[in-house]
Structure formats: C-alpha cells, structure tokens
C-alpha cells in the first residue's frame, strides 16, 4: 500500500446469498483527500462501507485501511476508523453530552476526559446550547452533527460518511461541509 492512500479496496466481492452485491470492486482513496462513491440506489455503495468499516466480511478481495487489513485485524482497524451511517443513530432518551460521553466511554476513555472530548465536540458541532437536552427533542440536522460527534470522539484517522447530508436543509448542509473540510485539514 502506498503511503498517500488512506484504503485500499482490490477485488472485493459481496454476496447475499445469490445476489451478488460487490462484483470485483477495487478502489484508491488518497490521504488527506474526500473521496466519494457516486452511484444509484442498490449500486453497492453502502455495502462497500460496511465491508471497509469492518461490519461485513467479504468473500474475496482486500481492504485495507490506514495500513490495516481489515478482514484479518478487524479490532486494529476500528482503532482508527469513524463512521456515521446512513442515518443518525443516537439514543432518543440520553442528552447530547450523555450520547458522546458514552460513546468515549465505550472507546474505554477515564469519564474526565470523555466528557471533556464530548464538550469540545458540541462545541465544534454547535450543539453546545442543545448539549442537554434529550435528543429527541433535536431537529434532524442536529441529530446528524450529534452523529458525526459520535464517530469523531475517538479522534478517527479515516472517516466514513454514508449520505452524510441526507435529510439535510441546505444551511445544516453547508455547516456539515464546513465541518469535513476542517476534519480534512486536521488530517483525518
């Protein structure tokens, strides 16, 4: 693997069952660059996230992400991976502050510093006057900055994004972007 691609997908085959959902996928994406995966409904999109973010196993092929196979180190490689699905996946009941708390709790982080990511977090998103409140009482731009916070407290090297503005009116679009391009700069 070349050290200016952050993955490395080749010959991946996906099936379900009879369906074959990745056929021979290969793919390069730089560092330091926002790569995107353009294609209809059904093309295969997300089913190559969840093969790169380790949540499906391929039957074939290799990915390798910021230096790791992710089919044989699976572990290692959520050590440097974030992901925010398709959509927001936060708890309705927990406030803001709680849901990233937790999440850094998970990622086995001291309370002392999970809540101090989770500050800075709400800070960048612009959460901090919603920090809180339940989520449920959030707008759906909300929940998918809360999201994205999610899949940044563990301060990932690459991150992945599936429809990452669906849902989105175009102000909270234009916020979110600003957001990546700044995560870009950072170096994830």
Known sequence: MSKNNSIVVKSVVKKFGKFTALDD???LAQSGKVTGLLGPNGAGKSTLIKVMTTLLVPE???VMVDGVDVVHKPALARERIGLAG???AVDAFLTGRETLVMVGRLYGMKA???KARADELLEKLGLTEAADRQTKTYSGGMRRRLDLG???VAT???LFLDEP???LDP???LQLWDIIRDLVAQGV
């Open 112 to 114: 002392k510093i999970a």
């Open 150 to 152: 999610a899949s940044l």
């Open 171 to 173: 102000r909270t679009r």
């Open 165 to 167: 503005t669906t849902g």
């Open 156 to 158: 990932p090297k690459v």
């Open 25 to 27: 996928v290969s793919l």
């Open 60 to 62: 074939h092929g290799t």
């Open 86 to 88: 398709q959509s927001a």
